[in-house]
């Protein structure tokens, strides 16, 4: 969307991928089907970064695999993926190449890690005793990524200091922007309050509902289920003091389980979490989070010759009150690239679409990876049978 900080990413033999080159931009979007690949060029990503880091937690539980690199695929990207890397894997950032042994052998030793992952599994941290689950109690073939965002929020909620039964974390004066908080609690948790509770000395995480009663992880809603741990995300990161070595943000199909309302309400945090200097990776199935892109596209060019406008623009499409938003406007500086991956056989190809141009003649950049494919044809057969059947469906008769 502007000049703003790009990075080239290169990656070579990487399951599907033969080879492929994208530019990232301070948010980049991925779309396509399922099985292309998006998470694990993701969490390629993240080992690129975060090697040492990564090599570390698995050390510091008792379990190495340098010299294996099934093994180490097997531990790291998950079960049935042992063939991920192989001699000829190469990921490299800005022509910086960096092969399978510099991967598997990392110079540097305790690093902070750089990518904080939500993955798309973030629903399997919580235990049946509504607490999120410690690094060590997974399986090894778990994917690493679910493992240390399980550790992360868990090691968050222990250090919060609760009182003698309960503590209220959201919503809470100190975290989130009042706006974002406001939101969240209307539609979202619906006036409810999550809450941190001790039973039997036993901390657990709870909803409170109006009128006293306590819900536990199982009872709560699809979408507060999906949404809470992204929640807590923001909140580890909020502690940015220490997590200064944080940069990136990757967040896997934050559509999960959420109304389109709710949903453009968490991609405000989204845009949030642009404002406060991180960039963010995304990857979606839903057109709504192309929708959002699309349209700021468009503010960012009208903001060059009326940035008034621009800021009416920026209050309407979040449904914000004059009041609000002023915050919004340092997305008008930021870079954004969108990828759809194309399956092709056996292989995947992927496509820079960032333009979105509806007129354009190749159908992926016009459908946006083909998420409004069926709505175009919803809308092409609805209108041939209003052209064909004329006042009947009109009038909804027959």
Not at 72 to 88: C, I, K, Q, V
Not at 162 to 191: K, T
Request: proline share 5%; with cysteine; glycine share 8%.
């Amino acid at each position: 969307m502007s000049t703003g900080t790009r990075l080239r990413l290169h990656v070579e033999s990487l399951a599907l991928i033969a080879r492929a080159t994208l530019t990232l931009g301070d948010l980049t979007v991925f779309v396509g089907p399922q099985a292309t690949g998006k998470s694990l060029l993701l969490q390629a990503f993240k080992l690129l970064l975060d090697s040492a880091a990564i090599q570390q937690r698995f050390r510091q539980y008792g379990w190495a695999a340098e010299d294996d690199p099934r093994l180490f695929a097997h531990a790291y990207f998950g079960e049935g993926y042992a063939d991920l890397l192989s001699p000829t894997t190469q990921v490299s950032l800005n022509g910086q190449a960096v092969g399978l042994a510099t991967l598997l052998h990392p110079k540097a030793r305790g690093e902070e890690e750089r990518v904080f992952y939500i993955p798309a599994q973030r629903a399997l941290i919580f235990q049946h005793v509504s607490w999120p689950r410690p690094f060590s109690d997974f399986r090894l073939g778990d994917p690493f990524v679910v493992r240390a965002f399980s550790e992360h929020i868990r090691t968050y909620l222990e250090a919060q200091d609760v009182g003698p039964e309960a503590g209220v974390l959201f919503p809470h004066a100190r975290r989130l922007r009042a706006c974002l908080r406001d939101r969240l609690a209307s539609r979202l948790l619906r006036g409810t309050q999550l809450t941190i509770v001790r039973e039997m000395g036993q901390k657990r995480l709870m909803l409170e509902i109006p009128g006293g009663a306590r819900l536990p992880y199982l009872s709560w809603s699809t979408g507060q289920r999906e949404f809470i741990p992204v929640l807590l995300g923001s909140y580890w990161l909020s502690g940015r003091g220490s997590h200064r070595a944080v940069d990136w943000i990757i967040a896997e199909e934050l559509e999960l389980g959420l109304h389109p309302q709710a949903l453009a309400d968490t991609l405000l945090l989204v845009l949030d979490w642009l404002q406060q200097g991180y960039r963010v990776l995304l990857s979606t199935h839903s057109a709504d989070v192309l929708e959002m892109v699309w349209a700021l596209s468009h503010i960012r060019r009208c903001a060059q010759r009326d940035p008034e406008q621009a800021r009416q623009g920026l209050r309407l499409l979040f449904d914000l009150p004059p009041s609000q938003g002023t915050w919004l406007e340092a997305i008008w500086t930021k870079t954004v690239y969108v990828y759809y991956f194309a399956p092709l056989g056996h292989r995947v190809a992927i496509h820079d679409i960032s333009n979105l141009d509806a007129w354009d003649e190749d159908p992926a950049v016009a459908e946006w990876g083909y998420l409004t494919q069926f709505a175009d044809r919803a809308t092409r057969v609805v209108a041939l049978m209003a052209e064909s059947c004329g006042e009947v469906l009109a009038h909804g008769e027959g």
